[in-house]
């Protein structure tokens, strides 16, 4: 059984920065893809990025491209979003998840497969 636990979220102004985490415990985090998902109230949830399990590879979606990194740590088994340029629109519980999918193909993972961490709160706000 995986269980994924992020962290870092919080509150923060427009243009500032946070890092969040998810920490994952179980053998097969070096194996899969990790990506980070957003749901904002009232929206469905989106993509956001992901990376492939060497970390050689990522895949973001255009409304954060150039303002967020991915990364990963599989000595830590966690895998890190970078968010710099924070927008009231990225305002959302932001999700972890797992898959054994290439990262081009995470922005149509079920919300039923793979594996799914509980949420971080990130509100960006004058």
Known sequence: QVQLVESGGGLVQPGGSLRLSCA?????F???????F?????????????INWSGGTTY???SV???FTISRDNAKNTVYLQMNSLKP?????????????PPY??????????????GTQVTVVS
């Open 24 to 28: 994952a415990s179980g053998w097969t």
């Open 30 to 36: 070096s194996r899969r893809t990790c990506g980070w």
């Open 38 to 50: 957003r749901q904002a109230p009232g929206k469905e949830r989106e993509f956001v990025a992901a």
């Open 60 to 62: 973001y979606a255009d």
């Open 65 to 67: 491209k150039g303002r």
């Open 89 to 101: 629109e990225d305002t959302a519980t932001y999700y972890c998840a797992l898959d054994t999918v």
């Open 105 to 118: 193909t995470m922005p149509s993972m079920s919300p039923t497969s793979g594996y799914w961490g509980q």
